[in-house]
């Protein structure tokens, strides 16, 4: 299957359907106050990226966003990839562009929060398998059950 992974706008159909699908995947893994969810609005932001990923016939199977919060801090939201074609490591393709845009901008850290529970277990083996690392809360995401958080500290070459 061949796959093509691009920076686009979230305010497309098929991306607002990839967003629904997401949702509706996290909705009975954890309370709601506990979801911290971006609208394809919010993620049409000047400070969010978002990449999709398209197959062969350039049906939307895959996104995933970056969010820059500072010259110091960008955080990975929205991961998500078609239920049909998972296994296909678009996922880890996906996640790669937001590292690489993370460093090209010339952020130190990527962060990311994420649930727990069995639902949860694929994305957490993503991000391990990626070189995320497990850590405490950040931002103003609260301490509780419901959340995993990871990192990446990020190498920025130094300017010559």
């Known amino acids: 299957m061949a796959i093509s992974i691009a920076i686009e706008t979230p305010l497309q159909d098929d991306v607002r359907d990839l ?7 996290l909705l009975p893994l954890s309370p709601l106050e506990f979801q911290f ?3 394809v609005e919010q993620m ?7 990449f999709v990923a398209r197959d062969e016939t350039g049906k939307a199977v895959g996104m995933g ?3 820059v919060h500072s010259a110091e801090l960008g955080e990975v939201k929205r ?10 490591r678009i996922g880890s393709a996906l996640l790669d562009a937001i590292v690489g845009l993370a460093r090209d ?5 990527l962060m990311l929060e994420t649930g727990t529970g069995d639902g949860m277990a694929e994305a957490h083996r993503l991000y391990s398998r990626s ?5 405490g ?3 103003d995401y609260p301490d509780s059950e419901w959340s995993a958080f990871y990192e990446m500290p990020l190498k920025v070459e130094a300017s010559a």
């Open 137 to 139: 809360p950040f931002l």
């Open 44 to 50: 049409a932001g000047a400070d969010t990226t978002l």
């Open 79 to 88: 991961m998500f990839t078609d239920p049909e074609v998972r296994g296909k």
């Open 105 to 109: 901008r010339g952020l130190p850290m």
């Open 37 to 39: 969810k971006m609208t």
């Open 65 to 67: 966003a970056l969010k």
């Open 131 to 135: 070189g995320f690392t497990p850590r």
């Open 19 to 25: 967003v629904a699908r997401l949702n509706a995947h």
